[in-house]
Nanobody, 121 residues
Framework: QVHLVESGGGLVQAGGSLTLSCAAS????????MGWYRQAPGKQRGLVAT???????NYADSVKGRFTISRDNAKNTVYLQMNSLKPEDTAVYYC???????????????WGQGTQVTVSS
């Protein structure tokens, strides 16, 4: 079994900051890309940021310059530092990771349970 557990969501005023964390655990052989996605009420889930296993990031245009994704491979953890938050950043944030389980030859996409981020104006 593999689990992704997110933490760090909450309520913040516009202009504030939050840091999300997502730790993968279980029978993991390797982790390829990791990332964050978000889903606002009435909208589809969309990309926020991803990061490759060697640390190359990719961001949605709406968060470039405000959000920073990073990872600690020794801890199987990905982070999302969110600065200059806006009310439109309000959403449930989901962690994603492409994981090869021990004893498997294939990667599988895993998702966390989601953490709520609410930005008040």
């Amino acid at each position: 079994q593999v689990h992704l557990v997110e933490s760090g969501g909450g309520l913040v005023q516009a202009g504030g900051s939050l840091t999300l964390s997502c730790a993968a655990s279980g029978s993991i052989f390797s982790i390829n890309a990791m990332g964050w996605y978000r889903q606002a009420p009435g909208k589809q889930r969309g990309l926020v940021a991803t990061i490759t296993s060697d640390g190359s990031p990719n961001y949605a245009d709406s968060v470039k310059g405000r959000f920073t994704i990073s990872r600690d491979n020794a801890k199987n953890t990905v982070y999302l530092q969110m600065n200059s938050l806006k009310p439109e950043d309000t959403a449930v944030y989901y962690c994603n990771a492409a994981i090869r389980r021990s004893g498997s030859f294939f990667e599988t996409d895993y998702w966390g349970q989601g953490t709520q981020v609410t930005v008040s104006s």
